[in-house]
């Protein structure tokens, strides 16, 4: 049974109200734009609630009618973060990997998560503040496991005869490895941007390539 006090946080990081009205949802996923945007731009110990209002024309007890805090529209962010990456990791297991190629697994596990990193251009400082922040850790923790659990999945249907423990280990590799990798993908351009994304996919191809051969 939650306390009291884990009641009110968790309380506290509701949205105002839901958006019913096309308008109303528009005028939030505006608010959650902006904010990654300035979240990007300033970084989480510079944003404040004011500086979203002024960016959006609004007042502050405007923007208070959506979110009760900037905890909050965080919060909201990191469970937008966390709906983008159950998606794309259901596409990848929706494949037929138990007759699909090495190369062509990793290529296209790898470039799904790179789409969800691209989309989310502030998700280095929200990355940061999902884990500094207490109330928002929950996301970061949910996000690792569904991550780990879903790959240590494909893993086994791609042929990698490890105990479940072992699975779950590498698992976790692949989520730090590919977490560290994209964030500077998504910070670098061009060519530089493209050759790292290609060694992502080549030391992910290496890590699964020994351990399914270890049993063959």
């Known amino acids: 049974m939650p306390t009291e006090r884990q009641e009110k946080r968790k309380n506290s990081l509701n949205p105002r109200r839901k958006p019913v009205q096309e308008r109303a949802r528009q ?6 734009d902006i904010t990654a945007k ?7 110990d510079d944003l404040t609630t004011i500086l979203i209002a002024k960016e959006l024309k609004i007042s502050v007890g405007s923007l208070y009618h959506y979110f009760p805090n900037k905890h909050a529209i965080l919060y909201s962010l990191g469970a937008s973060w966390l709906e983008e990456m159950t998606l794309a990791l259901e ?3 929706r494949l037929n990997l138990e007759a699909m190629t090495l190369d062509v697994f990793v290529s296209k596990a790898v470039g799904r998560m790179h789409q969800v990193y691209q989309k ?16 928002l850790r929950e996301l970061d923790l949910q996000h690792d ?3 780990i659990t ?13 105990s479940n423990s072992e699975l779950l280990r590498l698992g976790r590799f692949y989520l730090e490895l590919t977490h560290s990798l994209l964030l500077v993908v998504v910070n670098q351009k061009g060519q530089r941007s493209k050759r790292t994304l290609e060694d992502l996919k080549r030391l992910v191809f290496e890590l699964l390539r020994t351990n399914i051969e270890k049993v063959e």
């Open 150 to 162: 879903k790959m240590a999945a494909m893993f086994e249907r791609l042929g990698v005869k490890e």
């Open 145 to 147: 496991d569904l991550v």
């Open 91 to 93: 596409d990848t297991a």
């Open 38 to 44: 300035l979240l990007d731009e300033v970084g989480f």
């Open 120 to 135: 989310q251009y502030s998700i280095l400082p929200l990355a940061q503040a999902l884990w500094a922040i207490p109330e």
């Open 27 to 32: 005028r939030t996923q505006q608010i959650l």
